[in-house]
């Protein structure tokens, strides 16, 4: 874990050198992935191991039409120097063995390649005048969110880098309100760190902010008051509980929150809970910038990716009805939005009024829209939208993007493949690659609970909320006294929306949703090819305005 080039600069920039040193002064004694966390966000080993301001390869086709890919130096010597070495071993050390008594392979090129990508988008923090040099190589760097690879990845064990989260969809109806909902201090900045709100946030004295009231429960567990009636803000907040109640205060009016104002020049901005989206979704919707002219995409819409834009018959251009500027909501929600000022959502629109910082988000349209699957000969495969009334798609998601990712098909070289310029039922697409339609079902995995531990993390990969923070009527729970299993259950009986509790051998906790998403590949007219795969999650939003910082996907990277 030496880095060169901070030993080299030692003697100049000794500060540099004693915090990467830090790193092992601190954890000595302590957990090994905990120094690996650490030296993943150090800068010295981002420049040492050159993926400092690495950029996916989606961001530089969308913005300089350059194919390449992410750097692939950590990636790889993360995995063969720091962790599991170029072969598979037994418990004891000895080399595994496949069936003709030959050494595994610890992980293939492909593994590179996906990890490759949960490491772009790292930069330095911002420059400060109390430290040694010029740049900021002392703090652990930040994520800059628009250079990070969006798309699934696979892990080394069979996975997804994402399995056993929870789906964001899943997250209950105001979420922010719920018991272990997490805010954490923006001091006297009104502009979220996680997300990206328009600068003018900031300084625009009549942008419309989700302020408190003095009555609100949420605002007298932020703010924290003595006895004196003064706030006393803390960095983080937890909910110890959930709230139902709000009174006149604005926050139960809406379906989710970014930044809420608790007094004067104090502000926090809710985190959400860990969660992934999956590639594929049923019943997709178009959603549209500012102006319809440019390029629109698919949206899943039980996510609040997408703000309302509301029309009158015959009106080309959108109004607004939002709580506070910035809301995004789910589908229906913007739906009903339109029909409190007797408007509709637009279907053809030229643009939606108001000045550009209050209508920087992706807006909803009624229209339906497609998600194709362009797969290439090895298997890859990426994601394509089609939407109905919308041609000009964004470039990460139209039919010549190369964001290609690995997915599990449900047999090993088992996928559509181009031969004599037909690709079965699906069509032929940039030579030798086969475009095919998608279909998303829901399979029940379960019928009983598991038998075992084992079982359950073998054949569950979605993760569920925890049932607790539901009303009490909401789930009954029974625990299995063999297992240390316990089920919960809606109606009485098993099914799909059935959640195991369970903590394996490393004590780590889950809470699993009984069912299994499949994608299934059809051809143009509605014919199945015979072919399907495993659903992919992924940590970040595909749609460029709802671009959030995800930590997470890092942390997950190295435990897979």
């Avoid at 009104?190 to 003095?214: G, H, N, Y």
């Avoid at 054949?459 to 539901?470: D, E, M, Q, V």
Wanted: aromatic share 10%.
């Amino acid at each position: 874990m030496v880095v060169t080039n901070a030993v080299n600069d030692g003697t100049s920039y000794t500060e540099w050198f004693l915090a990467y040193y830090d790193i092992f002064v601190r954890n000595a004694f302590g957990n090994y992935r905990d120094i690996l966390r650490e030296i993943s966000h150090s800068p010295l080993m981002a420049e040492n191991l050159s993926f400092l301001q690495s950029r996916s390869a989606g961001y530089l086709w969308e913005r300089y039409t350059v194919k390449t890919q992410a750097d692939e130096n950590f990636a790889r010597e993360i995995m063969q120097l720091f962790t599991m070495g170029i072969n598979k071993l037994n418990m004891d050390g000895t080399l595994a063995l496949n069936d003709q008594g030959e050494a595994m392979l610890a992980y293939t090129n492909e593994d590179i390649e996906s990890f490759a990508r949960a490491w772009t988008g790292f930069d330095l923090q911002p420059r400060r005048s109390n430290i040694e040099g010029r740049d900021n190589r002392l703090d652990p760097m930040r994520i800059e969110a628009i250079w990070r690879d969006r798309f699934p990845k696979t892990d080394t064990i069979g996975g997804y880098i994402g399995d056993k989260y929870q789906k964001c969809q899943d997250l209950p109806l105001k979420a922010f309100l719920k018991q272990g909902a997490t805010y954490r201090f923006l001091g006297n900045s009104p502009l979220p760190e996680l997300m990206s709100d328009p600068s003018e946030f900031a300084t625009v004295e009549t942008i419309k902010r989700v302020r408190l009231a003095q009555s609100s429960s949420l605002r007298s567990l932020l703010c924290n008051a003595d006895s004196n009636d003064n706030c006393n803000f803390q960095n983080t907040v937890t909910l110890p509980s959930s709230i139902n109640i709000c009174g006149d205060s604005p926050e139960c009016d809406v379906g989710m929150i970014r930044v809420v104002q608790v007094a004067n020049n104090a502000y926090y901005e809710y985190v959400q809970e860990p969660c992934v989206n999956y590639a594929f979704y049923p019943n997709a919707k178009t959603i549209v910038p500012k102006y319809s002219r440019d390029p629109a995409m698919c949206a899943n819409p039980a996510l609040p990716d997408a703000a309302e834009a509301c029309c009158q018959t015959f009106k080309t251009r959108a109004d607004r009805n939002s709580r506070f500027d910035g809301e995004r909501m789910i589908f229906e929600s913007a739906k009903e939005r339109c029909g409190e000022i007797s408007q509709e959502l637009c279907e053809i629109f030229d643009q939606v009024n108001g000045p550009r910082y209050e209508t920087s988000m992706h807006f909803w349209t009624p229209d339906e829209c497609d998600l194709l699957v362009k797969v290439k000969k090895d298997g890859a495969v990426t994601i394509v939208h089609k939407s109905a009334d919308y041609n000009n798609v964004v470039l990460h998601v139209n039919e010549s993007n190369e964001n290609f990712f690995r997915v599990l098909w449900k047999k090993s070289n088992a996928w559509p493949k181009a031969s004599n310029n037909k690709c079965g039922v699906c069509a032929v697409t940039s030579g030798d690659q086969c475009l095919c339609n998608t279909v998303v079902r829901e399979h029940q995995v379960f019928n009983e609970a598991p038998r075992s531990i084992e079982e359950a993390l073998s054949s569950l990969s979605i993760g569920a909320p925890n049932p607790n923070i539901y009303a009490a009527s909401s789930f009954t729970s029974e625990t299995d006294p063999n297992t240390g299993i316990t089920t919960y259950l809606k109606s009485g009986s098993v099914n799909k929306d059935t959640v195991f509790e369970l903590i394996d051998d490393k004590g780590r906790h889950y809470f699993l949703k009984n069912i299994r998403e499949t994608v299934y590949v059809y051809g143009s007219e509605g014919q199945y090819s015979g072919f399907f795969f495993r659903n992919a999650p992924h940590f970040m939003s595909l749609v460029p305005s709802e671009t959030t910082v995800r930590y997470v996907c890092t942390a997950k990277s190295i435990d897979s």
